[in-house]
């Protein structure tokens, strides 16, 4: 009987440790939301000011709160919420980034995703030079997109102004440097067309790449995407003044 009783007041001490770690040990962390992009969030409209939508990729998402900053209280600035991607997502989304009210001013690029490499079986950022590498959207499908998304931009009424592609530097990753030149002289030929104003980043920013862009990347610093969004909301007053909607 004794034996019995210590056997089990060992067991309930066992136990009854077991139970305490338990307690005692840390919770999992859980793992958070990602926190989301503030350049990538709706606002709400000021009923008084007109309405700006920009529509363009990681470059745009880059100078959007700079260029709201710049424009605050002159007009609505709103981004599409998303990258903008290549052309062909362009043709994929445009009624929805487009939504129902209508625009005052439509500020506009694709280039840097259509321009870029891909895999034999599409992987992203491929080496130009490897077998089987394609550019996402060749110049030609490139003109033919571009000429439909600005036909449905210009159903819109806004006052539309094409964004020249950013220059790619020496040994960015899934691109050639220099490819940006070719696409922007087939969207200059497109706007030209059809009497759309141009705000050159390209020429803005080439100069200055030593101090605005990111070493080896299509990608602009902080103080880089600010810089651009001086140019940005500049394009867009002129264009607003012209409508007779600055404030």
Same mark, same amino acid.
């Given at each position: 009987?004794?034996?019995?009783?210590?056997?089990?007041?060992?067991?309930?001490?066992?136990?009854?440790?077991?139970?305490?770690? $338990?307690?005692?040990? %840390? +919770?999992?962390?859980?793992?958070?939301? @990602? *926190?989301?992009?503030?350049? /990538? #969030?709706?606002?709400?409209?000021?009923?008084?000011?007109?309405?700006?939508?920009?529509?363009?990729?990681?470059?745009?998402?880059?100078?959007?709160?700079?260029?709201?900053?710049?424009?605050?209280?002159?007009?609505?600035?709103?981004?599409?919420?998303?990258?903008?991607?290549?052309?062909?997502?362009?043709?994929?989304?445009?009624?929805?980034?487009?939504?129902?009210?209508?625009?005052?001013?439509?500020?506009?690029?694709?280039?840097?995703?259509?321009?870029?490499?891909?895999?034999?079986?599409?992987?992203?950022?491929?080496?130009?030079?490897?077998?089987?590498?394609? $550019?996402?959207?060749? %110049? +030609?499908?490139?003109?033919?997109?571009? @000429? *439909?998304?600005?036909?449905? /931009? #210009?159903?819109?009424?806004?006052?539309?102004?094409?964004?020249?592609?950013?220059?790619?530097?020496?040994?960015?990753?899934?691109?050639?440097?220099?490819?940006?030149?070719?696409?922007?002289?087939?969207?200059?030929?497109?706007?030209?067309?059809?009497?759309?104003?141009?705000?050159?980043?390209?020429?803005?920013?080439?100069?200055?790449?030593?101090?605005?862009?990111?070493?080896?990347?299509?990608?602009?610093?902080?103080?880089?995407?600010?810089?651009?969004?001086?140019?940005?909301?500049?394009?867009?007053?002129?264009?607003?003044?012209?409508?007779?909607?600055?404030?």
């Amino acid at each position: 009987m004794p034996s019995r009783l210590v056997c089990l007041l060992l067991v309930s001490l066992i136990f009854a440790g077991t139970l305490g770690a $338990q307690e005692k040990s %840390p +919770a999992k962390k859980k793992r958070g939301k @990602r *926190k989301a992009n503030p350049a /990538l #969030q709706a606002i709400d409209d000021d009923p008084k000011l007109p309405r700006v939508l920009l529509i363009g990729d990681s470059i745009s998402i880059g100078y959007t709160l700079p260029t709201r900053e710049l424009l605050a209280g002159k007009a609505n600035v709103h981004p599409i919420l998303t990258n903008g991607g290549p052309t062909t997502r362009g043709l994929e989304q445009i009624d929805r980034w487009l939504g129902e009210k209508p625009w005052d001013v439509i500020h506009f690029n694709w280039g840097l995703h259509d321009l870029k490499y891909m895999g034999p079986n599409n992987e992203n950022l491929a080496d130009p030079a490897a077998a089987g590498s394609h $550019q996402q959207v060749p %110049p +030609a499908e490139y003109e033919k997109n571009l @000429r *439909k998304l600005v036909a449905r /931009l #210009q159903e819109t009424g806004a006052t539309l102004i094409w964004c020249s592609t950013t220059p790619v530097p020496e040994g960015a990753n899934g691109r050639i440097a220099g490819d940006a030149v070719e696409y922007n002289e087939i969207a200059a030929k497109v706007m030209e067309e059809n009497y759309i104003a141009v705000d050159d980043l390209y020429t803005f920013a080439k100069p200055r790449l030593k101090e605005i862009q990111l070493p080896a990347n299509v990608h602009f610093s902080k103080p880089g995407s600010k810089a651009l969004a001086e140019q940005v909301a500049g394009s867009i007053e002129k264009a607003l003044e012209k409508r007779g909607k600055s404030r």
